[in-house]
């Protein structure tokens, strides 16, 4: 299963830009790569995801670097609201041996300070 | 409506017991998943079933057994509790397996703790 990096923790300023980081040197031409965020108390829940360019969409846009090698989550002005756990995963399609499962890894951990 | 709807919310049990989680999803969703969180937040997969039928089983003691009736529901059983059973479990469904851009949508989550 390939893997991804992500630093344990991160502090925003509220209202400023978070760029979340991740490393994902070993992924296949075939994986996706997907951000879950996990609030307090709460189940994951699906951020973004993107294959070669990048996505924007209302929660967040990501970043995905030319190799593929890395992407970066970005949050265009972080609110309380965004403290969590994020989870930066990739995904391959089911067949062929892979089993397309969802791996979570320890994600990076977003403190906003008002 | 809530899309995935997982129930109890919380359960406390003692040891040796056995007891059941239920989930539904209101999505239309062809797959669905249980995921275990234990106390260090590690998030890990347990099973898969995809219209009905088992695809991934995580190397889950034989204790654990989902059930699905129809695609829609996906309910977990747990034969004699033991302690470190104790944790969080996340029901989740997506619309396929095949795609790696289907993306899940989780329940809230069952707290079990085992006495």
């Known amino acids: 299963d390939a893997k991804t990096t992500q630093p344990n923790s991160m502090e925003s300023n509220e209202e400023e830009p978070v760029h979340l980081p991740c490393n994902h040197s070993?992924?296949?031409?075939?994986?996706?790569i997907h951000w879950y965020r996990q609030l307090p108390s709460q189940g994951p829940e699906y951020v973004i995801h993107g294959l070669t360019s990048n996505v924007n969409n209302r929660m967040a846009s990501l970043a995905i670097a030319e190799d593929r090698k890395s992407s970066t989550l970005i949050l265009h002005r972080a609110t309380l609201r965004d403290a969590a756990v994020y989870y930066c995963?990739?995904?391959?399609?089911f067949g062929s041996g892979n089993t397309g499962k969802l791996i979570f890894g320890q994600g990076t951990t977003l403190q906003v300070k008002p | 409506d809530t899309a995935v709807s997982q129930t109890p919310k919380y359960l406390v049990t003692q040891m040796g017991n056995d007891k059941s989680i239920k989930c539904e999803q209101n999505?239309?969703?062809?797959?669905m998943y249980w995921y275990k969180q234990d106390s260090k937040k590690f998030l890990k997969i347990m099973f898969s079933?995809?219209?009905?039928?088992?695809?991934i089983n995580e190397t889950v003691p034989n204790r654990f057994s989902p059930k699905s009736p129809d695609k829609a529901h996906l309910n977990l059983h747990i034969n004699s509790l033991e302690l470190g059973d104790s944790a969080v479990y996340f029901c989740?469904?997506?619309?396929?397996?095949?795609?790696?851009?289907?993306?899940?949508?989780f329940g809230a989550g069952s707290r079990l703790t085992v006495l």
């Open positions: 995963i990739l995904r391959d399609s």
């Open positions: 070993t992924i296949s031409g075939t994986d996706y």
């Open positions: 999505l239309g969703h062809d797959t």
């Open positions: 989740a469904s997506s619309q396929g397996l095949v795609s790696g851009a289907n993306v899940l949508t």
């Open positions: 079933y995809n219209n009905k039928e088992l695809i």
